[in-house]
C-alpha cells in the first residue's frame, strides 16, 4: 500500500510540530511520500514564512533595507533544525538564495523557498530522498501547468525512490524559471505526487479533523463530515465552503484515488473521506450547508412569456455582454429571475435593464438587492421524503423569509435565497433541524 501525505504550514510551525509529523509518518510504513508547505504561523500574532519571503524579496527588488527580515527568516528555520536536534545547516541555502533576490529572479521564486527549506529539513528528518520540485513538475512558457509531462517524468522519478519528500506549491518553467502554483499550491502537488505513483490514498493533514458540515464561524463545534463525495464537495466548495480547491482534487479524481482529511494535532480522528462514489449511508439526512452573501436578483415579467422560443437567451445575452456571470435562474410561467453577483453588477445596472427592455420587451423588470445564497447539499437527500419541507419549516420557525428556491435535477442539493441580514440565522436553523436534531 502507498500513500502520499502533505502537511500544511500550520501542521510545521515549528519543531513541536515536526515531532508530531514525524510520528504520524513513522507509524503508518505506507505513507511512503511527503509532501510539506512552508511553516505556518505559530500563533495568531506570528507571520507565515511565505509572507516574509515576499516582504525580504519585495524590499531586496525595490533597492531597499531586506537584511533584517532575511534573518527572521533563517532564525525560523535555525529554531526547527536545532529543536529537532539535526546537524544540518541552510547557510549555503539561504547565501544562494540572497544572491537570487538580488538578481531579481521573481516572487514566484521567492514564495517557493518556504516549501523548498522546508523539505530539506523533512528529508534530513526522516532520513527520506528529496527530490526538489522543481526538477519533475512543470510549466509551460505561459505558466500553464502541464499534467501529462509532470506525470510523465514524477513517475519515472519516483519509481526509483521508495520514499521521498517533494516540496509543495511550486514547480518551474523549461528555461528553469520558478513557477507557483496560483491556487490551493501544496494541495495540488500532493494530488499530482499521488496520482503519479498510483497511491492508494492521498492524506491531507491540516489543523482541522476534515470537512465540517457547517462554517464554524456560525456554528459552534459543527460536527465533522465522515464521507463525502467529489460532487458534494464541489457543491460546498462552489458556495464559499472552505475545502481543498478544485485544482487539488482533479488529478486523484481522474485516478479514483481517495482523499482523507486529517488533523495533525488530533490524529487519532479519522478526517473525512473523499471519494467518487460510496455505498455508505451518510450520518445525516444533509452532508454539509454553505452560502454566500452579496447577490442581486433581476426579475423579468411578461406575459406568455413560456411560448416566446428564445426569451431566456436573448435576457442571457445582456448579461453576457456586460460580462455578468449569473448564479441561478429560477423560472415560472410568466417570470424568469436572474441572480447575479451585486459587486459585478451594479456598474451595469441601468445598462442591463435598458438592454433587456430592448431585447424581450418585458411588462415589468424589479431588481432586490443585499440578498444571499445558501446550499444545502447531501446524497442522503434524495431518499428522504419531506425534506425541501422540512428546511422551509426550520427557516418559518426562525423568521427567516425565503427569497427563492432552486432544486437541481440531480436532488444532491438545494440553493435557498434570503437576505444577506438572514443569513447567519438560516444557516443554524437548517443546520438545528438535520444535524442537532438528528444527533
Known sequence: MKKVVKFGGSSLASAMQFEKVGNIIRADKSRKYVVPSAPGKRNDKDEKVTDLLYQCYDAAEAGKSYKSILEKIKERYMEIISGLSLNMSLNEEFNVIEKNFLEKAGRDYAASRGEYLNSLIMAEYLGFEFIDAAEVIFFDEDGNFEADLTDQVLSERLSKAETAVIPGFYGSKHDGTIKTFSRGGSDVTGSVVAKAIHADMYENWTDVSGVLVADPRIIKD??????????????????????????????????????????????????????????????????????????CSINIEKAMMNAEVGFGRKVLEVFEKYGISFEHMPSGIDTMTVFVHQSEFEEYEQSVIAGIHRAVEPDFVEMESDLALV??????????????????????????????????????NIIIGVRNSDFEEAIKAIYDIFITIEV
Open 222 to 295: 459543527p460536527e465533522v463530515i465522515e464521507t463525502i463525495t467529489y460532487r458534494e464537495l464541489r457543491e460546498l466548495a462552489y458556495m464559499g465552503a472552505s475545502v481543498l480547491h478544485e485544482d487539488a482534487i482533479f488529478p486523484v479524481r481522474k485516478e479514483g484515488i481517495p482523499i482523507n482529511i486529517r488533523n495533525t494535532n488530533k490524529p487519532e480522528d479519522k478526517g473525512t473521506l473523499i471519494v467518487e462514489s460510496t455505498c455508505r449511508q451518510p450520518r445525516y439526512t444533509i452532508t454539509g450547508i454553505a452560502g454566500k452573501k452579496g447577490f
Open 375 to 412: 446550499a444545502v447539499v447531501g446524497r442522503g437527500m434524495k431518499a428522504t421524503r419531506g425534506t425541501a419541507g422540512r428546511i422551509f419549516s426550520a427557516l418559518a420557525h426562525s423568521r427567516v423569509n425565503v427569497k427563492m428556491i432552486d432544486q437541481g435535477s440531480s436532488e444532491l
